[in-house]
């Protein structure tokens, strides 16, 4: 972001139940992506001295959190989603000029439903909690049950300035609904959309008669302050989605201190597509690939950035098409100018890998825009050159790699790093049926979802889904960044209660079924009575 004069007055930030300004040691501007020019508000990079003051109001506030009952966790994020929807047409409208995402269909019709949809769902989890699994042996009076780690830090991408937003995405969701405070860094990229939120937030807090550290907000901190910050000890853990190099980063600095984190980083999401399935509805494939990869410029983590196949008549239809229809689309608004760069750059090292062009490859006449792009490899190139070519590039490109035969697709497969997503695309009159019992095992132990014959993007908010995976993709592999309740559980640990008297056991771990009649692990069975 390009630096401002100190000398003007900044955006406040949200620490302690007050608005006030920041410890600046900078100050920045976001981008219009539509134009490429600096927007008028202006937003502070906070000092440690900033950090150090959110870290003991949040401590202040888990201490208090923990004597609350669970649902009065839950009223406030039911309180909260409610005054985000009463003002959801002027946070798309901030997040359309912050990130140049479409009004519709992508933030008005699918994410800002998908934001209240999360809220809600861990409001419910909260007043629920069958999200801390509660564990009894009555004879030996041993119980144990998930409780909230404690203060918890958000770092958000840019690429969801709604459903994953530092103060509305579904880490600051399942933080809150375990029973954390939150610090949250707004994303440079869209912090008007995290101001709005955090002001409905503290009003939703007052409200609900939560501490008014629950929720805290900076919008910017040095690089080393964020390091500083996930290793303090006051810090229960983090939430971090972004990109492969910062993430580990910050992995590194947690770990000095042994504080959980959890990471979200990069993905390339592969696809097969089986020789039956080329054959039987190849142009069906095209259209849904081109969808997938182009939808929202491609600037979304389950994106698929590598497509397999076995070369053939049908494959060379299938390429056909994918062309046309990737030139036929034209030059899309990426993020930013940070995003657009990261792009060029990366194309152009698949470029010089080897990789060959085929469409695209080129800015548009924009500031911040790209065409949507294909470029192919032999498998063969891809095995000797795998550290070069099996690299993620962020935006509306894919890279085809083609097959001389199932056995070199599936050697192919060999190299792939984690992922979050694959899927694989398979005849439906059963042909391709023994190729897809040798390349699904392959998909399922570098994938943490693995999706059959359709596209890895258009992912459901389920209890059932899971949106993580092998590293680099995430860590810890397990968890989930989506799918109430159990996302929560990443900011959570188990504690076990041995021998302790009724009354001073925490509700849901005493005989009498907590108000929200979770369900409970009895004496070996599942019950909520």
């Known amino acids: 972001m390009p630096p401002a004069p100190r000398d ?5 930030i949200l620490l302690a139940g007050a608005w006030r300004p920041a410890a600046a040691i900078d100050t920045y501007r976001a981008i219009d992506p539509a134009t490429g020019q600096p927007r008028d508000a202006l937003w502070p990079t906070s000092g440690w001295s900033d950090v150090d003051e959110a870290l003991d109001a949040a401590t ?75 564990t009894i042996d009555t004879a030996k009076n041993i119980r144990a049950a998930a409780f909230g780690l404690g203060p918890v830090v958000v770092f958000p991408p840019a690429n969801f300035p709604l459903a994953y937003g530092a103060v509305t995405g579904g880490d600051f969701a399942a933080a809150i609904a375990g029973g954390n405070p939150v610090i949250t860094k707004a994303h440079a990229g869209h912090p008007s959309v995290s101001r709005l939120a955090a002001a409905e937030a503290l009003e939703a807090l007052r409200e609900t008669g939560l501490p008014p550290a629950t929720v805290q907000l900076v919008h910017g901190l040095a690089p080393a302050d964020g390091e500083r910050l996930v290793a303090d000890v006051r810090v229960g853990g983090t939430g971090f989605t972004g990109s492969q190099q910062a993430g580990e980063k910050l992995f590194a600095a947690a770990a000095t201190t042994g504080r959980p984190i959890w990471v979200e980083m990069g993905s390339i999401n592969p696809v097969v597509v089986l020789p039956g399935a080329l054959a039987e509805r190849g142009e069906e494939i095209a259209e849904q690939l081109t969808a997938s990869v182009t939808g929202s410029a491609g600037q979304v983590c389950i994106k698929p950035s590598i497509v397999f196949f076995v070369d053939g008549e049908a494959a060379e239809g299938f390429v056909g098409a994918l062309c046309r229809r990737f030139a036929a689309i034209g030059p899309q608004v990426l993020l930013g100018p940070s995003g657009h760069d990261r792009l060029v750059a990366a194309v152009g090292h698949l470029h010089a890998s080897g990789a060959r062009l085929l469409v695209g490859g080129a800015a548009g006449e924009g500031p911040c825009t790209f065409l949507p792009t294909l470029l192919d490899v032999t498998a063969a190139e891809l095995v000797a050159n795998r550290r070069s070519l099996l690299v993620e590039a962020f935006g509306n490109v894919t890279l085809l790699v083609r097959c001389g035969t ?11 790093e984690g992922a979050l997503a694959a899927c694989f695309h398979a005849a439906r009159d059963g042909s391709d049926d023994e190729a897809a019992r040798a390349v699904v095992p392959l998909l399922i132990a570098r994938a943490g979802r693995v ?79």
């Not at 003007?8 to 406040?12: L, M």
């Open 451 to 529: 999706v059959e014959n359709r596209m890895t993007t258009g992912m459901s908010v389920s209890p059932a889904m899971q949106h993580g995976g092998p590293w680099p993709s995430a860590a810890p592999p397990f968890f989930s960044a989506v799918g109430m309740p159990w996302s929560i559980l990443r900011f959570a640990r188990r504690i076990c209660f041995d021998g302790w008297s009724q009354e001073r056991l925490p509700e849901c771990l005493r005989d009498e079924p907590p108000a929200g009649r979770p369900w409970r692990f009895i004496d070996g069975e599942w019950s909520r009575e």
């Open 60 to 134: 202040h506030a888990a201490d208090e959190l923990r004597r609350l009952p669970s649902a009065a966790i839950g009223r406030f994020l039911a309180r909260y989603a409610d005054r985000l929807e009463a003002r959801g047409s002027e946070l798309v409208a901030l997040a359309h000029a912050e990130t140049g995402l479409l009004v519709k269909p992508r933030l008005a019709d699918h994410e800002l439903p998908r934001m209240l949809d999360q809220l809600r769902q861990a409001a419910l989890a909260a007043a629920e909690e069958t999200w801390r699994m509660a």
């Open 406 to 416: 199932l056995a070199e697709l599936e050697r192919a497969l060999e190299p792939l």
């Open 8 to 12: 003007t007055a900044a955006e406040p």
